[in-house]
């Protein structure tokens, strides 16, 4: 996977816009130490580059209704191309699934889910285990949130990290 050209601006830029998605380009740019006008053009190339995604609100679950969070094990009968292209958008098609990923190991993929209780936690697994191509399932329920959605280290991957 190619990495996109990064320098120390860009840096300061993503790792404000992580933190507060909201910000003004005003007080981005003081952040970034540069002028509003070049850094806006820094954050629109970002974009189109793909390394900006989205702008997002972050809600706690269960203050909007939604008191389980699982994560489920999922592994298919056959690991062919089409096999796990109808298993994938069946998973995606399911909106209590809140992220999917597809793995090495033992499990073909994790997913993370939330609902509204138990008996709708139930309903979904039942959903999520008739999907066809789907040879087990299992899952565990979260109890505690130790560490909620964080940044990405950026520090980690730039050649100057920023202190």
Do not use: W
Request: charged share 20%; glycine share 6%.
């Amino acid at each position: 996977m190619q990495r996109l050209g990064l320098d120390a601006i860009d840096i300061r830029i993503l790792e404000a816009l992580q933190r507060d998605g909201r910000i003004t380009n005003l007080v981005l740019a003081d952040i970034a130490g540069v002028s509003p006008s070049p850094c806006l053009r820094r954050v629109r190339r970002l974009e189109e580059q793909g390394i900006i995604k989205a702008y997002e609100a972050r809600l706690e679950p269960h203050l909007v209704g939604l008191a389980v969070t699982a994560f489920v094990s999922i592994r298919i009968e056959q690991h062919g191309e089409d096999e796990s292209a109808a298993v994938k958008k069946a998973i995606s098609a399911v909106p209590e699934v809140i992220q999917a990923y597809a793995m090495t190991g033992a499990n073909d993929y994790i997913l993370q889910v939330v609902a509204a209780d138990l008996p709708a936690y139930s309903k979904l697994m039942m959903a999520l285990g008739g999907i066809g191509g789907v040879k087990d399932i299992e899952s565990s329920i979260a109890i505690e949130t130790v560490k909620p959605h964080a940044t990405l280290p950026l520090s980690q991957v730039h050649k100057n990290p920023i202190a």
